[in-house]
Structures are given as C-alpha cells and as structure tokens.
C-alpha cells in the first residue's frame, strides 16, 4: 500500500512505501515517538527520533499538557492544527478523549478567528484551493491519487463565515474543521475527507490590503462567471468521485440556497448551514418541549433573522407539525418570521420569493405598532406572545432586556435559542437570559457557554451546535451509500437526536446530551439516517444488517498500527 492508503487496513499491521523523512513527514502515517525499535530498524528512523520510544497515550498527554499552557484560544487552535499537519492519529486521539475541551477549539467559537487570521498561521497543505485562475485545471487537481479514497467533501467559497462576513481563502478553516469533525464526532477516516475551498475571490478589503494574505487578491467574481466556475466544480467532482458526498458550507444567502437546489438531484448533498442548523434546532426544540409539555404544534415560534439558516429551521419544524397531522397552512400560522426590514409581511419591504410562504397578511399585522415603519421584534412579542424565539440573525445584543422581558410577561417557560456564532454575533447571553426571566427561560445557544450561577444553583446551557447532527448525519450517508439526501433524511436525524435527549427521561435535565458522547450519538443518528434512505430509495445497502455492518467499517479509531515495509 502506498502512504495514502496505509491505515485504511484496519488490521493489526499495514504495509508502507516510504521511509526515513518521509515517512515522519506525513500526517497520516506519522506517529513521533512511539515508533517502535523494529520500525526505526525497518524505515530508516534511528538518529531522525530521539531514542525514546513511547506511547499513544504518553504523546497524548503531553500534547495536552503543551495545549493548556497555550495563552490564548486561538493560540490553542493554531497549535491544534499544527498537530493536525504533523501526526492527524495523535491530533484526533487527544480530541476524541478530550471532546468538550477540544470542540470549542477546533470549530466554533474559536474557528471564526482561525479563518480571519488563517494567512498568518498558514504553513502546510491540506485540501485543496481551486482557484477562479485554475478554472481549467481543476480536472486535473482532483485526479491526484492521494484522493482515491475520498468519500465526503466539505466546500465553501468563504464568503459567509459564521457571523463574521467574507473572509476570502481564510474559509478554508471552515472546511477543515468540518472535515476533522467528521473524524473526530462520526469516526469517519481522515482519507476520507477532503476539505476545498473555491476561491473566487474575495470583497474584503483588509485581505486584499494584507500583504499576508495567501488567496487571489481580485474582488469576488459573480454572476454568470461564478456558476459557470460552480458547475465546473461540481461536475469535476461528478466525474471524478460518482458517490461521494458533497458539503456545501458558509455560502452567502444568496448562493447557499440556490446551489443547494440546482445540485441535489445531481449528486449526493446537503449543505450544513439550511439543514443541519434546521436539524439540531428542532431536536432542542423537542427537548424543551419535553419539559414545557406544551405540543409543537401549540408552539408560537419566532424567528429573527430570516435568511438560510431561518427558512431552512422554519421548514423542517413545518414538517415535524405535517407529521403530527398538521394542516400546511395551519402550521405556518405558528410561525413569525422577522427578516431585515422588520416582520416579514405581505407586500412588504425587501420581501423575497422563499419568505413569502411565511409572510403574515397586512389586515393579521394593521393595528400592531411600528418602529420606524417596521414591526421589530418587541412588537411582535407584545403582539404574537411566542413561547419560542429562535436567533439566527447574526446581530450581537438582538435579544434586548426589554423585548425578552416583554416575551416573559406572557410565557411561563419561554423557550430562547440565540444561535449565532461566534460569541461576538450572539444575540443574547444565558446569563442575561435568565436574569430577564426570572430564571424561567429554556436555552440554546450557538456558541459554547459555561454554566449559570443563578438562584444558587449551577444552570448548564445546551450548545445547539450542527456538531450534534453533521457527523452522524454524514456517517449514514455514506455507510448506506446513499445517491442523493433527501429531507426525510435530515428530519430523520432531527428525531433521533431528539429520542436520545436527556429531557426524555428527566424534566430537570440539560436540553442536550454532553457532546463528550457525540461518537455514540454520531453512531445512532447515521442508523436512523441509513434507515432513512433505504424507505427513500436512495440506499444501496439490501438491509438494516448491511447498514450496521457498513456504518461499523466506516468508523476509524485513533490507534497506532504496527508498520512493515512494501
């Protein structure tokens, strides 16, 4: 086997081509000092290591021992992601032991920063950048042989990075992280996943000023030239992995949902920021349910910040309440929908053709107060009285004491999901949160928090992060070989994070599971998905004991295998 298909065995040893330098020198094969003395005999590794050979378990500890002596989170990711570049086994042990440490600090809150500083921290390869200048050479790119083994790819063009705007080829953190969370969360093997970044430019002043900065210096090419370069791209990939797995991630809203619908009957994909946000908050939604007792479908359920992520929420609980035997049109009346310009209103302003289905009409909405000639969020919630508000708008501060007080008056538990990321974008913290509510409130948020000290007691918040459902998500993907994904799929992996919600069983409990138990949370969610697929037609695996046997061979431990020469 050559150094790309190593450890991919699975067995007790595997057989390498490369030695010496070489062989300490690439990430997938790279174990540092526990190289045995036999290995060191048989690759040429005497005098290149210092004599001691150690452990997995030594290394670990003393990578975390350097991490924690780390001044800063994003000095914590950057020594993350040289780990990642210079032994991914290592790199992926000390995360999957260390899974709620690690997670801030391989994707958000930390990430954000990682793709605004990513030129500086740049050292090594690792994916690809299909630049808008190697548009004809793209082919090509792809056909190297170090990716015979891709299964799943995650691509962004860097224009939507989190809450923090465009950040040109310093997206490609995004990517990355994404993919390391498919190994680390869902078990699936490093050469497996290949992150990209399609650069395409970027409208980013300060990166195209930076004499540091490592992508194409032009503004963002647009228009019939970007989907032209699009289309190059994904039939490049058609062609080249017929079954793989395509991510699309942090697309700016007016690309994210149309590249999403013109590709998905062409090759199997999803993109993370509409479906799986829309996931994990409905699994949370369910969990808070679970201690309100008050039924989905006599939720009221406003959204602020109604762009992909919001209409992609808003369609998938619309499903949830159809399933329950909910009129279409009934159901949508449970939903407030609040975009730029205020309230989303028929004949409204800046009203687009995919918020129309949930625009309330002018006669529901003509005594309600307007500020500056808009219904803003405190009038819906005087006038609506919602028991859910869900934050996907990107704006710090959004939730404001008087608006969530206003929500509180009317609501015994009201159920606050602020979910933007990073922490800089996030509409309201926990603590704020329950100080306005009497400690009433059932919360969510994006960005990682510690615990509430309020009334005496430890308040635990639960993270919706995609993190809950992606991994999984992607695992039954590809375990049952699925041929497109369909939005059964996605609500499929939406109840199964929601059957295994601890609220199940205990009223009093956190809204989510701890995310150190995302492996076997991954494990069953890729079931419930791989289930999925197979009542949609889209699974090629002839049954639920061929799913589980696939799902078990597609998962990957971070362990050294014994090395001998080819």
Not at 100 to 128: A, D, H, N
Not at 290 to 301: A, D, M, Y
Not at 397 to 402: H, M, V
Request: aromatic share 8%; proline share 4%; hydrophobic share 40%.
């Amino acid at each position: 086997m050559d150094e790309h298909s190593a450890q991919g065995a699975g067995g007790k040893s595997c057989q390498v081509s490369v030695s010496g330098f070489h062989l300490i020198n690439s990430p997938r094969l790279n174990k540092g000092t526990a190289f045995s003395d036999h290995e060191r005999d048989v690759f040429d590794l005497h005098g290149l290591l210092p004599p001691h050979v150690g452990s997995l378990d030594e290394q670990v500890e003393r990578r975390l021992q350097a991490l924690r002596e780390q001044p800063s989170a994003f000095h914590k990711y950057s020594f993350l992601r040289d780990l990642q570049d210079m032994n991914e086994t290592l790199f992926y042990a000390l995360v999957v032991r260390n899974i709620e440490e690690m997670l801030p600090l391989v994707y958000t809150p930390t990430v954000g920063e990682g793709c605004q500083r990513f030129s500086e921290i740049w050292k090594r390869p690792r994916g690809l950048f299909l630049s808008y200048t190697n548009r004809d050479r793209i082919e090509r790119m792809l056909n190297h042989a170090r990716y015979d083994k891709v299964k799943c790819i995650v691509v962004s063009d860097g224009e939507r990075i989190l809450g923090l705007g465009d950040q040109g080829a310093g997206g490609m953190g995004i990517p990355i992280g994404k993919m390391a969370l498919y190994t680390a969360l869902g078990g699936i093997h490093p050469e497996h996943c290949l992150p990209i970044l399609l650069d395409v430019g970027t409208d980013n002043e300060e990166r195209l000023k930076s004499p540091l900065y490592v992508g194409w210096r032009h503004h963002r090419i647009r228009g019939e030239e970007y989907d032209a370069f699009v289309d190059t791209f994904v039939n490049a990939v058609k062609k080249r992995w017929p079954h793989v797995l395509l991510q699309w991630e942090d697309f700016a809203r007016t690309n994210a949902t149309r590249l999403l619908e013109r590709y998905r009957d062409q090759l199997c994909t999803f993109n993370d920021d509409i479906q799986g946000t829309a996931a994990i908050a409905a699994a949370t939604l369910l969990s808070a349910i679970n201690v309100t007792g008050v039924p989905l479908e006599q939720q009221k359920i406003v959204v602020m910040g109604f762009g992909t992520a919001g209409i992609g929420i808003v369609n998938l609980l619309l499903q949830l309440m159809q399933d329950k035997g909910i009129a279409e049109a009934e159901a949508r009346r449970c939903i407030y929908a609040i975009g730029r310009y205020g309230l989303i209103v028929e004949g409204g302003k800046g009203v687009r053709a995919e918020q129309l289905p949930y625009a309330r009409t002018a006669d529901e909405v003509k005594d309600w107060e307007r500020t500056n000639g808009e219904i803003e969020l405190l009038d819906v919630l005087r006038h609506a009285q919602p028991t859910v508000l869900i934050g996907v708008s990107g704006q710090a501060g959004a939730f404001s004491e008087e608006a969530i007080r206003e929500m509180a008056k009317h609501c015994e538990r009201p159920i606050l999901f602020p979910l933007s990321n990073p922490i800089s974008c996030c509409e309201a913290t926990p603590k704020d949160l329950l100080e306005w509510t009497g400690g009433r409130a059932l919360i969510g948020t994006g960005s990682p928090f510690g615990a509430v000290d309020f009334g005496g007691k430890k308040m635990q918040i639960a993270q919706t992060n995609n993190s809950y459902i992606f991994p999984g998500l992607a695992l039954g993907i590809v375990a049952s070989k699925a041929r497109r994904v369909s939005d059964a799929m996605i609500l499929a992996a939406a109840k199964e994070l929601a059957r295994l919600v601890p609220t199940a069983t205990d009223k009093t409990a956190k809204l989510l599971p701890s995310i150190a138990e995302a492996r076997r949370l991954s494990r069953s969610i890729a079931k419930a998905v791989g289930r999925q697929a197979m009542r949609d037609g889209e699974a090629q695996v002839a049954d639920e004991a061929s799913l589980e046997r696939e799902i078990e061979e597609n998962i990957w431990e971070p362990v050294y295998v014994a090395y001998e020469r080819s």
